[in-house]
């Protein structure tokens, strides 16, 4: 391997989260491995894992590149409990975080528009659970907060950025265009007000 | 290894689990109203653009009061809804009206909308299916551990120098002598006043005398104070670091 390609492994490795496109580059710029560049260094790292035979894969996720067990030892590893699969989420859940994926920043009155359920109590665990912030505050009657997702959704979803999902117009139903124009894919949102308690937000569903 | 498998199989309602203050009617079956009736929909292989709302409706009712749902808001909205529409479908449409704007279109925009999440929602459980069933490297923050000394290199002259080098920095403690000499301020409060009964006004280096023990002098200054404090004499300092003024105080003179 390279010397790029043997120290992006060795960053990788030391980083239980994805580490960022950034964060590599920077290293890859200080390395002056003059030859090779980052990209060529993590192809050579990732067909590496592929054709030498490894227990391990490198995965391009969440705006970043992530070494990560493969799924045949998944099994093996979690009957011995050294790890455990994080628990699935409800349809309930999963119905809210595909709304705020695709029309964020949202509010919580229009999530429950759509689902037609009360949402409050899931925008909490959600929001426990890392998948979603608040990333500002809406202009209607009594500023209601607006949720966005993390970049710890990405990286749960398998997903490298939001652009990913099926854009509204591949989905069999093509209805409404989502509102967002670009997404930030690699930044987290950033929360604007303090995600304190929702207050203010018993806007009735009226329609 | 049955403990995992059962995790595994209980996968429903763990969002909410969280919310313990709010009633939150969540069954595997259904993620609310709009579920419910999207299954009918398609049960019934209706087409969705043209529902016949009174079969759908009672069918809703139906389904909601044999699930013991008919009390959760959320499907009796919906029930309500459903009701509404049919009613207004029923309503005779009047001749020469323009156009006819059908009730259910709004319904039927919602259903669609929610389908449409639906759809991403597998989207989703099948990327995070995937992403599962991989691990991270989990990695934790280790307790930071001070180094440990390792066995002491010494030899004997070295360690006897040490020990009296520090047995001369440790110097014999100062042993000092305490004087039993309890201030007296009840006999400088008689000075200060015996001064006062004759001069106006009078300065510190009038009260206390030259060569003053310290005793002497904390006797008198508490004497001062103490003074000050009843009322007898005004204790003033023009400026900052300059000698104070002692004067009889003029009320107490009065009374």
Redesign the interface.
């Known amino acids: 391997m390279t010397p790029l390609a043997k120290l992006l492994e060795a960053a990788l490795?030391?980083?239980?989260?994805p580490v960022p496109a950034d964060a590599l580059r920077l290293m890859a710029a200080h390395a002056e491995d003059g030859e090779t560049t980052l990209e060529s260094a993590l192809e050579e790292l990732r067909l590496h894992y592929e054709n030498d035979g490894h227990g391990v894969e490198l995965?391009e996720?969440a705006g970043g590149w992530?070494?990560?067990?493969?799924?045949e030892y998944?099994e093996a590893?979690?009957?011995v409990q050294?790890?455990?699969?994080?628990?699935?989420?409800?349809?309930?859940?999963?119905?809210?975080?595909?709304?705020i994926?695709?029309r964020q920043p949202i509010g919580r009155a229009e999530i429950e528009e759509?689902?037609?359920?009360?949402a409050?109590?899931?925008l909490?665990?959600?929001q426990?659970r890392g998948l979603i912030d608040v990333v500002g505050r809406g202009e209607g009657l009594g500023r209601p907060l607006l949720y966005g997702t993390t970049s710890s959704f990405l990286?749960?979803?398998?997903?490298r950025h939001l652009e990913e999902?099926?854009r509204?117009d591949e989905?069999?139903?093509?209805?409404?265009a989502p509102r967002h124009a670009g997404p930030t894919a690699t930044t987290p949102p950033v929360a604007v007000g303090a995600p304190t308690k929702d207050n203010g937000e018993a806007a009735p569903r009226a329609? | 290894m049955d403990d995992v498998t059962t995790i595994h199989s209980s996968s429903l309602a763990v969002a909410d689990s969280a919310a313990s203050e709010v009633f939150v009617v969540e069954l595997a079956e259904y993620s609310g109203p709009l579920d419910l009736l999207l299954t009918l929909i398609r049960d019934e292989q209706i087409d969705i653009y043209d529902i016949p709302i009174a079969r759908i409706a009672e069918q809703f009712l139906d389904r909601i009061s044999s699930l013991k749902l008919d009390e959760a808001a959320d499907y009796l909205e919906m029930a309500a809804r459903l009701v509404r529409i049919k009613a207004q479908m029923l309503l005779p449409r009047r001749e020469g009206e323009d156009v006819w704007e059908d009730p259910r279109a709004e319904l039927v925009r919602r259903l669609l909308e929610y389908q449409q999440v639906r759809e991403v929602v597998d989207v989703l459980e099948r990327r995070s299916e995937d992403r599962r069933s991989r691990f991270a490297r989990a990695y934790t923050q280790a307790a930071v551990q001070l180094p440990v000394a390792g066995p002491l290199v010494i030899s004997l002259p070295e360690l006897l120098s040490a020990v009296d080098r520090v047995l001369r920095l440790a110097r014999k403690p100062h042993v000092h002598d305490v004087v039993p000499r309890a201030l007296d301020v009840d006999g400088a409060i008689g000075i200060v006043r015996a001064l006062m009964a004759i001069r106006a006004r009078a300065q510190w280096k009038d009260i206390v005398p030259r060569k003053a023990e310290p005793w002497e002098v904390l006797s008198l200054l508490l004497a001062l104070l103490e003074l000050a404090k009843r009322g007898e004499l005004r204790l003033a300092q023009p400026r900052a670091f300059a000698a104070f003024e002692i004067t009889r105080d003029p009320s107490s003179e009065a009374a």
């Open positions: 490795f030391a980083s239980a989260t995965v996720v992530q070494i990560l067990t493969r799924p998944t590893i979690e009957r050294l790890a455990a699969r994080p628990q699935r989420l409800s349809a309930a859940a999963l119905e809210t975080l595909a709304i994926a695709y759509i689902r037609g359920v009360g409050g109590a899931i909490k665990s959600l426990e990286e749960q979803f398998a997903l999902l099926p509204a989905l069999a139903i093509a209805l409404r329609d």
